[in-house]
């Protein structure tokens, strides 16, 4: 099998690995740049909880190859807390209890957080439609999406 040296920007600090052709971006996060934090929920790209975001887009990272994202911006769930303090939407998970067995939830915060990017102000609706592709197995969903909308309130209200 190939290998190939690529380099990225990984929570905004430059990386260098080598991976196989076959090797995915999730393979890559989890085992060469010991990531953990990123999921392997079903392999196949239909559980979201391998989310990351690549290049400003949210993605499953078990549907792209690491040979893939040579000169590529990485940003995972290691790097959504800044300076030791949670992100919103991290806090809002803990302060509305919108987690239980964790599998789901790395992926849902990166979710959450580019669709907040594009839409500060989302109905219940809006982000409902913009988690459909993160499943969770214990929840139920009404406190992740509880725990947005507070997340987008203070978020909204910090700005002003």
Not at 5 to 24: H, S, W
Not at 26 to 52: I, P, S
Not at 119 to 127: G, I, Y
């Amino acid at each position: 099998m190939a290998r190939h040296l690529i380099n990225a920007m990984v929570n905004g600090d430059r990386v260098e690995f080598v991976c196989g052709t076959g090797q995915t971006l999730l393979d890559v996060l989890r085992g060469e740049l010991h990531l953990t934090g990123t999921k392997n929920g079903c392999g196949t790209g239909d559980c979201g909880a391998c989310t990351v975001v690549l290049n400003g887009r949210p993605i499953n990272a078990c549907l792209v190859l690491g040979a893939e994202v040579d000169g590529s911006e990485i940003e995972t769930i290691e790097g959504m807390a800044q300076g030791g303090e949670l992100h919103p939407l991290q806090q809002k998970f803990l302060d509305h209890a919108a987690l239980q067995c964790g599998i789901c939830t790395p992926g849902i915060l990166k979710m959450a957080q580019a669709y907040l990017e594009t839409n500060p102000d989302p109905t219940e609706t809006e982000v409902r439609f913009a988690l459909a592709g993160n499943l969770c197995r214990c929840t139920g969903y009404d406190k992740i999406v509880r725990a947005v909308l507070d997340a987008a309130a203070e978020m909204r209200a910090s700005e002003t």
